[in-house]
Structures are given as structure tokens and as C-alpha cells.
T-cell receptor
Framework: EAGVVQSPRYKIIEKKQPVAFWCNPI?????LYWYLQNLGQGPELLIR????????DSQLPKDRFSAERLKGVDSTLKIQPAELGDSAVYLC????????????FGPGTRLTVL | AQSVTQLDSQVPVFEEAPVELRCNYS??????LFWYVQYPNQGLQLLLK??????LVKGINGFEAEFNKSQTSFHLRKPSVHISDTAEYFC??????????FGAGTILRVKS
């Protein structure tokens, strides 16, 4: 069974440029998460989707971040414009929504903003 | 609000020695507890989880953890570590259907 797929794995951009990350969850997983992981810290939730609906986006900085999950499968997270402080790893995870809430993580996208 | 404190940022240990990685949590409701491992340039992988029942939970790669409700702890242990266990370990607390709240992580460095 294929795991969570993310692309690109690495991205380097100049500040004020836009950037987008893509995630394809495990087949059949209705719940999709985007996490931000700063260096030396644990992941922090940005947004959670149940199918195509964003059910928790309270930690998403909506002035520059946006996300979508059209058709309730893959998802895109966008930053426009990027700032120096956005340099981090962006992790995508998915789960089947079962009682154990086990989340399966992708390898992440490491963003460097210059 | 839930929170997780991992008491050690780094734990150096010699190969074949035992190790304990400490985790304390706070939550106002019943929780589920998890330990994840992250190898360099990889995503997080679930080691073990506590949902209910026996307080001693066994996971993959010979790891185990004990849930202690009175001390609000969920420490991770392994009786004999290998070089390949070198990684970062994250403790997390979650509620059904909700987000996971992670600790800051503990880097386990196994030396030969």
C-alpha cells in the first residue's frame, strides 16, 4: 500500500514569492492534515480536512496561507507571499478517522525562504 | 487545552544500554497517547499508542511505554538500544477526531 505522497521534497524561493505544496493521502483516508514543523520543534496543526471540508483551520494564517482539497482526495497548501519565517518543513498526514486517530505522515516538504 | 512536555531535548546512550524517554501531558479529558519516531529527512512513523486498557503498551522495534494517569506521564522505554534507533522521538496527545498535540521532541543518540 502506497503511503502519503508529498511534492516537492525541497523548495527554495525568494521572499515575497508564492509557493505551493501538494499532498496525496493514503487511498480511502477521508481525513487529511497539514502540519508545520519548525526546526527543533514538534509538528503543529495548520488545517484538518474531513473529505473536502476544512473542519479545523484555526491555526492557519489566513492572510497568506490557503489550502484546498477538491474532490476530497489530494490537497494543496499555498503561501503567498512567503516570508523568511515560513522556512520550515510542511508535513501532510492522513487517517481513516477511526477511534485511534492514527495518522500516517508523508516525508514532508522542506521550504527555505531566502 | 492539551499540552505535552518532553523532559529531555537530547538523550545520549551507548549501544545495548537501556533508555527511557520521558513525556508528561496535560489534558482535561480522556486522552489517547502516541509515540512517533522521525528519522532524518523522513516523515513521522507511529511507534506505539495508548487508547485504553492495559497501561503497558508494546510497540514496534522493541519499544514499550507505560501510561501513568496519576502522574500524567507516558514514558517510552527500550531495554537495549541499537545504532539504528538514533532518531528523534515525539510524544503526542490527542482526542478522538481531533488534532494531535506534539511535544518538542527528544533526539536519541546511540553511540558505539
Amino acid at each position: 500500500e502506497a503511503g502519503v505522497v508529498q511534492s516537492p521534497r525541497y523548495k527554495i524561493i525568494e521572499k515575497k514569492q508564492p509557493v505551493a505544496f501538494w499532498c496525496n493521502p493514503i487511498s480511502g483516508h477521508n481525513t487529511l492534515y497539514w502540519y508545520l514543523q519548525n526546526l527543533g520543534q514538534g509538528p503543529e496543526l495548520l488545517i484538518r480536512y474531513e473529505n473536502e471540508e476544512a473542519v479545523d483551520d484555526s491555526q492557519l494564517p489566513k492572510d497568506r496561507f490557503s489550502a484546498e482539497r477538491l474532490k476530497g482526495v489530494d490537497s494543496t497548501l499555498k503561501i503567498q507571499p512567503a516570508e523568511l519565517g515560513d522556512s520550515a518543513v510542511y508535513l501532510c498526514a492522513s487517517s481513516s478517522g477511526g477511534v485511534d486517530n492514527e495518522q500516517f505522515f508523508g516525508p514532508g516538504t522542506r521550504l527555505t525562504v531566502l | 487545552a492539551q499540552s505535552v512536555t518532553q523532559l529531555d531535548s537530547q538523550v545520549p546512550v551507548f549501544e545495548e544500554a537501556p533508555v527511557e524517554l520521558r513525556c508528561n501531558y496535560s489534558s482535561s479529558v480522556s486522552v489517547y497517547l502516541f509515540w512517533y519516531v522521525q528519522y532524518p529527512n523522513q516523515g513521522l512513523q507511529l511507534l506505539l499508542k495508548y487508547l485504553s486498557g492495559s497501561t503497558l503498551v508494546k510497540g514496534i522495534n522493541g519499544f514499550e511505554a507505560e501510561f501513568n494517569k496519576s502522574q500524567t506521564s507516558f514514558h517510552l522505554r527500550k531495554p537495549s538500544v541499537h545504532i539504528s534507533d538514533t532518531a528523534e522521538y515525539f510524544c503526542a496527545v490527542g482526542e478522538y477526531g481531533n488534532k494531535l498535540v506534539f511535544g518538542a521532541g527528544t533526539i536519541l543518540r546511540v553511540k558505539s
